[in-house]
């Protein structure tokens, strides 16, 4: 977890999306081409099938894809 982000919980501040999205694009640098489930997109949205992530760092776009899923 960012430590930015781990100091907002402390302090009980709210996330923003630049955060949030952050944190996303940090999985696809330390997944990379594994793609597994620690991968929330590959987990939760499960839109892709091939190794051509339409997501693949870009913290943004997979922030879209699970609001619209839990919301």
Same mark, same amino acid.
């Given at each position: 977890?960012?430590?930015?982000?781990?100091?907002?919980?402390?302090?009980?501040?709210?996330?923003?999306?630049?955060?949030?999205?952050?944190?996303?694009?940090?999985?696809?640098?330390?997944?990379?081409?594994?793609?597994?489930?620690?991968?929330?997109?590959?987990?939760?949205?499960?839109?892709?099938?091939?190794?051509?992530?339409?997501?693949?760092?870009?913290?943004? /776009?997979?922030?879209? /894809?699970?609001?619209?899923?839990?919301?």
């Amino acid at each position: 977890m960012d430590s930015t982000i781990l100091k907002k919980l402390i302090r009980k501040e709210q996330l923003t999306d630049d955060d949030i999205e952050g944190v996303l694009h940090d999985i696809c640098e330390d997944v990379h081409s594994s793609c597994d489930s620690s991968c929330p997109i590959y987990k939760d949205v499960l839109i892709f099938k091939d190794w051509n992530c339409k997501y693949f760092k870009n913290g943004k /776009a997979m922030l879209e /894809a699970l609001k619209m899923v839990y919301e």
